[in-house]
């Protein structure tokens, strides 16, 4: 897991470089699903810390979340905390935050209030199972 973080720090680190005029910066976080606090408490940053590597280098244009991104209320809270509350987010909807009672209600509760860095578009999928 650690190497896997490193790796997502040290890309994260390229990626947000700054951009000239011509070109856009912007990071990819997904995953953070349990990571949002440190039950232990020993001083660990989790997703934390990767708001602060993103601040420290440049957070880029937007983030994007590719599923698993919940508690999505916590993350947001993050996101505020670290980026600002108008900073852009855009969340993919996972299988976790279907899956999740409280997750849903949350992200259709957001995305009409996150009006003033974007337009909305949102598109919510059943899962459809096949059979033969």
């Avoid at 190497?3 to 997904?30: I, K, M, N, Q, T």
């Avoid at 980026?83 to 899956?99: A, I, R, S, T």
């Avoid at 995305?111 to 974007?118: V, Y």
């Amino acid at each position: 897991m650690r190497v896997g973080l490193l790796a997502a720090f040290v890309l994260l680190a390229r990626a947000a470089a700054a951009p000239s005029d011509s070109e856009l910066s912007f990071v990819v976080a997904g995953d953070m699903r349990s990571f949002t606090e440190n039950a232990k408490a020993d001083g660990r940053k989790f997703f934390d810390g990767a708001c602060v590597a993103m601040k420290r280098v440049g957070p880029g244009a937007f983030l994007i979340s590719p599923g698993d991104a919940d508690p999505p209320a916590a993350v947001r809270a993050i996101i505020d905390r670290h980026l600002g509350p108008k900073f852009p987010w855009y969340l993919v909807v996972g299988n976790h935050e279907v899956e999740n009672a409280a997750a849903m209600p949350w992200v259709r509760d957001w995305l009409p209030r996150r009006s003033g860095w974007g337009g909305i578009h949102a598109e919510e999928n059943r899962r459809v199972e096949l059979g033969g």
